[in-house]
């Protein structure tokens, strides 16, 4: 929260979006959308009555009153050392497949690896590896290819699902959700180092 407020002090921030699934352990298919100004959120629920289910709802208010504020600033801490593992995991790994976690300090949730092609067989497609990963029991994780683009209305968006125009080599993403263990992180690097020894010809 610290970083929103900052960044709508010193800027402009209309609105954020918190997945339910990431930031409060309930299914995924839910989010809360949030801002600085009761004026615009009224605007947003305006343009979706009625479209939505009330499963996510339930699902964030059943979760909560069963966990309690300390059962959830507990998961919380949790997610934070759960995250400082994925990200030393993570880093080992791309060391042996001369790959690297990319370095994103304002970022303690989601970790980037990176899929330089050359790195893989000719015939491998890199978006196959969170299919390759989902059937392990690994889910979330997803290949941005850096390349490719997107029209939404009248504004085409280049590299369309990499978040800069800038950057050029395909990478996967993890999230350290709340709810995730150690024996979760240590899971999941086993089972993505298996698919990468699989396609790798480093």
């Given at each position: 929260?610290?970083?929103?407020?900052?960044?709508?002090?010193?800027?402009?921030?209309?609105?954020?979006?918190?997945?339910?699934?990431?930031?409060?352990?309930?299914?995924?298919?839910?989010?809360?959308?949030?801002?600085?100004?009761?004026?615009?959120?009224?605007?947003?629920?305006?343009?979706?009555?009625?479209?939505?289910?009330?499963?996510p709802v339930l699902d964030l208010f059943?979760?909560?009153?069963?966990?309690?504020?300390?059962?959830?600033?507990?998961?919380?801490?949790?997610?934070?050392?759960?995250?400082a593992k994925l990200k030393q995991k993570?880093?080992?790994?791309?060391?042996?497949?001369?790959?690297?976690?990319?370095?994103?300090?304002?970022?303690?949730?989601?970790?980037?690896?990176?899929?330089?092609?050359?790195?893989?067989?000719?015939?491998?497609?890199?978006?196959?590896l969170g299919s390759k990963l989902f059937?392990?029991?690994?889910?979330?994780?997803?290949?941005?290819?850096?390349?490719?683009?997107?029209?939404?209305?009248?504004?085409?968006?280049?590299?369309?699902?990499?978040?800069?125009?800038?950057?050029?080599?395909?990478?996967?993403?993890?999230?350290?959700?709340?709810?995730?263990?150690?024996?979760?992180?240590?899971?999941?690097?086993?089972?993505?180092?298996?698919?990468?020894?699989?396609?790798?010809?480093?």
């Open positions: 929260m610290g970083l929103l407020n900052t960044a709508s002090l010193q800027g402009r921030v209309d609105l954020y979006v918190q997945s339910l699934d990431k930031n409060f352990l309930v299914p995924v298919g839910g989010s809360v959308v949030a801002g600085f100004t009761k004026d615009i959120i009224s605007k947003v629920s305006k343009t979706y009555p009625g479209r939505g289910s009330s499963a059943i979760t909560l009153l069963s966990l309690g504020k300390e059962g959830y600033f507990d998961l919380i801490k949790q997610r934070k050392e759960v995250y993570l880093g080992d790994l791309a060391g042996r497949y001369k790959e690297r976690v990319l370095d994103t300090p304002n970022n303690q949730i989601s970790l980037a690896f990176t899929l330089t092609p050359s790195n893989y067989k000719e015939d491998c497609n890199l978006t196959e059937t392990r029991n690994v889910t979330g994780a997803r290949v941005v290819t850096c390349s490719g683009s997107k029209t939404v209305g009248h504004v085409t968006i280049d590299k369309w699902g990499c978040h800069s125009n800038d950057y050029v080599t395909p990478y996967i993403t993890f999230a350290a959700a709340v709810g995730m263990t150690s024996d979760d992180v240590d899971k999941l690097v086993d089972k993505f180092g298996q698919v990468l020894g699989k396609l790798s010809i480093v």
